[in-house]
T-cell receptor, first 114, second 115 residues
């Protein structure tokens, strides 16, 4: 069964600190892996996309890693800001005849405090 | 920057009523999607649409659901007879055909409350 598991479920950190979120997946056939940021009551916004041949990708203070052999990914947030408070969702894409199908993880709820 | 828009932002309806959720995808996009997110749960794929027909649907997308692209801009999701368990956020997404990494752009969502 295609699954995407994330940890921790929730996390509280102080402003300015770094943090790392984890994602494990059992999706097949794998196309790419994305990290999304979702503010409460809003649609997901893409942070990074990585294909199986990429093992790291950065977007500002966000750095994602991918190990396609162990089927693990991480999202590292550097120098956190209050505006980073949101749900971070790992999404794995399966290539299908219909184009692509996204399988979402349950997300890590991040809260950044003063 | 172009974005996906959705209306209404919040819809309240009684059980058994029909609802239509509307989406305006980004203008040059060719693939369209609906997802739902029940409160506190993960986002779930409902259906994908391309070239005026459904290209894929999940087991959630049963006969009570339908999608339509009635004109060149709108993309709608209809629920014929709503149930309490249909209460959720519904997200529309679209992507351009040429996107090499198949990026999907999400709308802000419609919160559907069935009472």
């Amino acid at each position: 069964k295609n699954q995407v598991e994330q940890s921790p479920q929730s996390l509280i950190i102080l402003e300015g600190k770094n943090c790392t979120l984890q994602c494990n997946y059992t999706v097949s056939p794998f196309s790419n892996l994305r990290w999304y940021k979702q503010d409460t009551g809003r649609g997901p916004v893409s942070l990074t996309i990585m294909t199986f041949s990429e093992n790291t990708k950065s977007n500002g203070r966000y750095t994602a890693t991918l190990d396609a052999d162990t089927k693990q990914s991480s999202l590292h947030i550097t120098a956190s800001q209050l505006s980073d408070s949101a749900s971070y969702i790992c999404v794995v894409t399966i290539l299908t005849g219909g184009g692509n199908k996204l399988t979402f993880g349950t997300g890590t709820q991040l809260k950044v405090e003063l | 920057e172009p974005e996906v828009t959705q209306t209404p932002s919040h819809q309240v309806t009684q059980m058994g009523q029909e609802v239509i959720l509307r989406c305006v995808p980004i203008s040059n996009h060719l693939y369209f999607y609906w997802y739902r997110q029940i409160l506190g749960q993960k986002v779930e794929f409902l259906v994908s649409f391309y070239n005026n027909e459904i290209s894929e649907k999940s087991e959630i997308f049963d006969d009570q659901f339908s999608v339509e692209r009635p004109d060149g801009s709108n993309f709608t999701l209809k629920i014929r007879s709503t149930k309490l368990e249909d209460s959720a956020m519904y997200f529309c997404a679209s992507r351009p055909r040429t996107a090499p990494t198949y990026e999907q752009y999400f709308g802000p969502g419609t919160r559907l409350t069935v009472t």
